[in-house]
């Protein structure tokens, strides 16, 4: 049962999770940002792909992409760099960048607004662009070169454009209109200039051609002089009818040139009388601004000293207040320490003192045992000695006689060690005797044993001799054993089991 509900349980978490990924899943099309914000400080942004949003914490918002045309009119005349008033109309597509910084400035500029409204934000800044850059140009050279003064308008209104998170895609200038027919006239003085010089190119040409003419025909046929003279005549009026249009023409001309001299002075008085006005209104409301700009400074700094002096006041009372909380904290943590000092010397007083009772304790526990041991062992020494006095003292000339046989062999031993260090030995020639030297060298330990019983026999009176020949086999067979030096002891030399043979002393000398 529990498991079917463990497995139950999972079943619905699962589905669960499904669900929400199903409504969570989100998949933005190319031309339109899904920003997903929530969680995260930094919202996510998504263009052309798919996603998946958190129900109920992440929030989803769309920004259009798409092309935004916008029309660009200057809402008044707009002076030129040489004072003449003109209207521009251009014809602007902006779109919301798809640079992630810029995009997000757009977010938060443009986020669920629609397209009019960041159409008309985007004109009154390009409208702003198009005044500034009207007043920098000439009008002749804004009309002759419109590519120049529209792409002056697109960079000096990218960065403003940038800074809302826009892209200026196109810039084209529609028409340049003004309200005095200025351009117009421009059009007129070159259509004029052209006429003119096509109409002399023309009257040049026709004279030549008819010199030419004229002289080729003299000289042809002087039958057609009469006709020739009439054609002379004839070229003759013409060319007084030409010279009287030309005259015509020549006055129509001036008078057009003064008429455009007049208005030109006209129009120039008129711009300098406008540039003067605008001038004058411009000073006026820069001193009403500046005007404005101190009493806005004279509130501020009044402010900011108000407000400066309340913020030392409260900081002054603040450093007095942790002043005062930091000197008790001092005082508090100085008597601790005084209290933990007097405490601490005290304790160690105490050890020192425990600690001497303790060595002093020992030293005395250590003299008591060496006193105690030195007795000990001072009597034990006496008690020795005495008893080895009393033994000493106990000993005869037998027990003497004993102790003196139980070392022979290590005597012997001692004295046929120098032989047995002896590695080689070399021999040359031998004795009196005939003997040879390695008799002679065998002989050195008997002789040595010999005189040694010797002077033991000077020194206690005991002969060792007669001792060790009491086991002899002469002694065993013959009883034939006379020890003396022996006083007051009976010695008896025990044979082996089966002889049973002892041998006696007598007490004489």
């Not at 040139?257 to 605008?278: F, G, M, S």
């Not at 603040?318 to 005062?324: E, F, G, P, S, T």
């Not at 007097?342 to 003192?353: G, L, P």
């Amino acid at each position: 049962m529990d498991q079917l509900i463990k497995l139950a349980v999972a079943a619905a978490v699962v589905i669960l999770l499904v669900i929400l990924l199903c409504i969570g899943y989100v998949k933005a099309p190319p031309d339109m940002a899904f920003i997903i914000s929530g969680i995260k400080k930094k919202s996510k942004i998504v263009i052309g792909k798919a996603t998946i949003r958190i129900p109920f914490f992440e929030r989803l918002d769309k920004l259009n992409l798409r092309l935004i045309p916008i029309d660009v009119k200057t809402s008044n005349a707009v002076p030129t760099a040489d004072y003449i008033n003109i209207n521009v109309d251009a014809t602007v597509n902006v779109k919301i960048s798809n640079e992630p910084e810029r995009l997000r400035l757009a977010a938060e500029n443009f986020l669920n607004k629609n397209t009019e409204y960041i159409a008309s934000v985007a004109r009154e800044v390009l409208e702003g662009n198009v005044r500034e850059i009207v007043g920098k140009m000439k009008l002749e050279e804004m009309v002759s070169d419109r590519q120049k003064f529209a792409n002056l308008v697109k960079e000096n209104a990218e960065p403003d454009l940038a800074a809302m998170g826009l892209d200026i895609i196109s810039f084209n200038v529609q028409n340049f209109v003004d309200g005095n027919e200025v351009i117009e006239n421009l059009g007129i003085d070159n259509i004029v200039k052209i006429k003119k010089a096509a109409a002399i190119a023309r009257a040049e040409s026709e004279r030549d051609i008819k010199v030419a003419q004229a002289s080729a025909d003299k000289e042809s046929n002087d039958a057609a002089v009469a006709a020739q003279t009439e054609i002379a005549k004839k070229q003759n009026e013409l060319a007084i009818k030409k010279s009287e249009l030309q005259m015509e023409a020549d006055t129509k001309k001036a008078m057009a040139d003064a008429a455009y001299e007049i208005q030109k002075e006209e129009q120039r008085k008129t711009i300098e009388i406008t540039t003067a006005n605008a001038d004058i209104a411009k000073q006026e409301r820069e001193i009403e601004l500046k005007q404005k700009e101190v009493a806005v400074k004279e509130q501020a700094l009044d402010a900011e000293v108000k407000k400066q002096a309340e913020a030392d006041k409260y900081a002054a009372q603040q450093r007095a207040d942790a002043d005062l909380y930091q000197r008790q904290k001092d005082a508090e943590a100085k008597q601790f320490e005084a209290q933990r000092a007097a405490e601490a010397r005290k304790a160690q007083a105490e050890a020192e003192r425990y600690s001497k009772e303790q060595e002093a304790a020992g030293i005395r526990a250590v003299g008591e045992a060496e006193a105690s041991a030195i007795q000990a062992k001072g009597i034990a020494e006496a008690e020795a000695m005495e008893k080895k006095a009393e033994a000493y003292a106990k000993y005869n000339k037998a027990a003497v006689a004993e102790m003196m046989i139980k070392v022979l062999p290590d005597v012997a031993g001692k004295i046929a060690e120098p032989l047995g260090q002896i590695d080689k030995i070399t021999i040359i020639g031998g004795g009196e005797t005939g003997s040879n030297g390695v008799e002679q060298v065998a002989g050195n330990v008997p002789a040595v044993m010999a005189k040694l019983f010797e002077s033991m026999k000077e020194a206690t009176g005991i002969d060792l001799a007669e001792i060790v020949k009491a086991d002899t086999y002469d002694a065993k067979v013959n009883r034939n054993v006379n020890v003396t030096g022996l006083d007051d002891v009976n010695l008896v030399i025990k044979d082996n089991k089966e002889s049973g043979v002892t041998i006696s002393h007598d007490d004489r000398a």
